[in-house]
């Protein structure tokens, strides 16, 4: 059975980035793969980085209790199956999950063995600046997910450990992301 990583943080703050540039680093680890209700993006396909589904298929899902933990995150939902994680877990020694930090105490509260990593912009203005030039989201939406990152950024004792995302340095981030499992 694998060990679970939980990599969390506000939206913006480059947890895919990171976790990306930490498999480029050479560590091999089976990732758990979200499901979500949202518009899939033109840079994006079926299972990279979400699988997509209706909100009427993922209710489904969360009627049958299939979902190890789920929230409505900007009016979309978003959630992990239980299938995904146990297919993980049995198959790779070392798991990474990327939620929101909503979803990554629900998994605290079930598997209070994993491990959390929130990964932190270097500013709020450089998270609001990287909000807005990602060039994905309405100025309501960034407001919504900046507000959001306030609150979040305000509970980091809940976290296990704490990664900066600082702009250019994204090798570095990923190191000690990288260091943080290898212990």
């Known amino acids: 059975m694998g060990k679970l990583f939980i990599v969390t943080g506000p939206s913006g703050a480059g947890k895919d980035s990171v976790i990306n540039a930490v498999k480029e680093q050479g560590l091999v680890f089976g990732q758990v793969v979200t499901t979500s209700t949202r518009q899939m993006r033109q840079t994006e396909s079926e299972g990279n980085p979400y699988y997509f589904l209706t909100r009427e298929q993922f209710e489904a899902l969360v009627q049958q209790s299939a979902m190890v933990e789920w929230a409505e995150v900007y009016g979309n939902l978003y959630g992990c199956s239980k299938q995904e994680v146990e297919q993980k877990l049995a198959a790779h020694e070392v798991v990474i999950v990327k939620v929101d930090p909503q979803g990554a105490r629900s998994y605290k509260k079930l598997m209070p063995e994993a491990k959390t990593i929130f990964i932190m912009p270097p500013s709020y203005e450089y998270l609001e600046k990287r909000l807005i030039n990602r060039e994905t989201d309405t100025p309501t939406v960034i407001k919504q997910r900046l507000a ?35 212990k």
């Not at 979040?152 to 499992?181: F, M, Q, R, T």
């Open 148 to 182: 959001t990152a306030q609150r979040e950024l305000e509970n980091l004792l809940d976290w296990d450990y704490l990664v900066v995302n600082e702009e250019g340095k994204l090798d570095e981030a990923a190191e000690e992301v990288l260091n943080i499992i290898k």
